[in-house]
Structure formats: structure tokens, C-alpha cells
């Protein structure tokens, strides 16, 4: 049952990913305007676990957080535990 629901749930994101996508190319035809609000969205989507790790451990490891976050985003970029999944 559990692993139904969590099909389903991948299936809704992948599926809301994709229209994201084209609902972003059509509002924003610019695309150096789309990249900066893209940029911005992902600044922060980074900024989220930066604040988890300041909520749980104390905001006064907030450097080292932010370090440790941007570090593991530049050296991940664009790779995926999914080796099949092909980019759009």
C-alpha cells in the first residue's frame, strides 16, 4: 500500500516538474529573465537545508552549514542516485 502511494506521489512530482517547465517558458520567454528566477528558486531550495541544519544544531554553526551545503552542491551539480533517468 505504502509503496503504491509513494509511486504515486513520484509520479504527481515528475508529472508537475514537467508542466513547471513549460508553464516557466511560457510566463517568462526571456530566457536569461527565466534564468535569474530560476537561480533565485534554487538559492532557496539550497537555503532550506541550511536552515534545517540551523534549527536542529543551533544558528551558531550557520557558516559551516552554508559552507558544507554550497560545497556539496558544487560537487553534486547534476549527478543522481537515478543512472537511468534521462534530462529533459
Request: hydrophobic share 60%; net charge positive.
Amino acid at each position: 500500500m505504502l509503496g503504491s502511494v509513494f509511486g504515486m506521489v513520484g509520479g504527481a512530482f515528475a508529472w508537475c516538474l514537467a508542466h513547471a517547465k513549460t508553464l516557466a517558458a511560457r510566463l517568462l520567454p526571456n530566457p536569461y529573465v527565466r534564468i535569474a528566477v530560476m537561480g533565485l528558486m534554487l538559492s532557496a531550495i539550497l537555503l532550506a537545508p541550511i536552515l534545517i541544519g540551523c534549527e536542529v544544531f543551533g544558528f551558531g554553526n550557520l557558516p559551516a552549514f552554508f559552507i558544507v551545503c554550497v560545497v556539496a552542491y558544487l560537487i553534486n551539480m547534476d549527478k543522481s542516485i537515478y543512472a537511468l533517468q534521462e534530462r529533459a
